[in-house]
T-cell receptor, first 113, second 113 residues
Framework: GAGVSQSPSNKVTEKGKDVELRCDPI?????LYWYRQRLGQGLEFLIY????????KSGLPSDRFSAERTGGSVSTLTIQRTQQEDSAVYLC???????????FGPGTRLTVT | GQNIDQPTEMTATEGAIVQINCTYQ??????LFWYQQHAGEAPTFLSY????GLEEKGRFSSFLSRSKGYSYLLLKELQMKDSASYLC??????????????FGTGTRLQVTL
């Protein structure tokens, strides 16, 4: 079956602009996660959604970052007034309620110039 | 707080055995994951340990000692395609399957002829 998909695969934006990154999880998965991976570094947790529960936003680095998950499926991560330090690969993952494993998408490489 | 340490880089020869270590100091623990990530690709799941001991899965094995805060990933009969980054990640003590993960910075393994 289809895996996690993300779009766009690459995004170049000017400092100060807003960007939206999209994630389509595996069908039927109830959990959806966003992580950030800066060059040469590990994955940094941002936010996750689980079913109808309130999202865990504890990893969002500032109020410029927000995320939504509509209809329990597709999620959008929005970064307002982008800064150069926001340049990274943004990875989305989804998980079922039967296993602990998280399935990752290919990521969106964001470059802020 | 959360602190996860892995060696930054390792080199090994095709056909050999390599052990990648991960030590962690976390405020709570409920399992440890190993993921493989080829350059420019999504991380893929390798193993999950929640109890002490060795779990073997083909050429890959993973070991956990909770009392020592220590895990290792053992790769046998190395192949060139095993050249990748190996990410260690810890799951906090949260009930249910959905949970944010805390990742180490990853170990970049290069397999040579």
């Amino acid at each position: 079956g289809a895996g996690v998909s993300q779009s766009p695969s690459n995004k170049v934006t000017e400092k100060g602009k807003d960007v939206e990154l999209r994630c389509d999880p595996i069908s039927g998965h109830t959990a959806l996660y966003w992580y950030r991976q800066r060059l040469g570094q590990g994955l940094e947790f941002l936010i996750y959604f689980q079913g109808n529960s309130a999202p865990d936003k504890s990893g969002l680095p500032s109020d410029r970052f927000s995320a939504e998950r509509t209809g329990g499926s597709v999620s959008t991560l929005t970064i307002q007034r982008t800064q150069q330090e926001d340049s990274a690969v943004y990875l989305c993952a989804s998980g079922s309620d039967r296993t602990y494993e998280q399935y990752f998408g290919p990521g969106t490489r964001l470059t802020v110039t | 707080g959360q602190n996860i340490d892995q060696p930054t880089e390792m080199t090994a020869t095709e056909g050999a055995i390599v052990q990648i270590n991960c030590t962690y100091q976390t405020s709570g623990f409920n399992g440890l994951f190993w993921y493989q990530q080829h350059a420019g690709e999504a991380p893929t799941f390798l193993s999950y340990n929640v109890l002490d001991g060795l779990e073997e899965k083909g050429r890959f094995s993973s070991f956990l000692s909770r009392s020592k805060g220590y895990s290792y990933l053992l790769l046998k009969e190395l192949q060139m395609k095993d050249s990748a980054s190996y990410l260690c990640a810890v799951r906090p003590p949260i009930t249910g399957t959905a949970s944010k993960l805390t990742f180490g910075t990853g170990t970049r393994l290069q397999v040579t002829l």
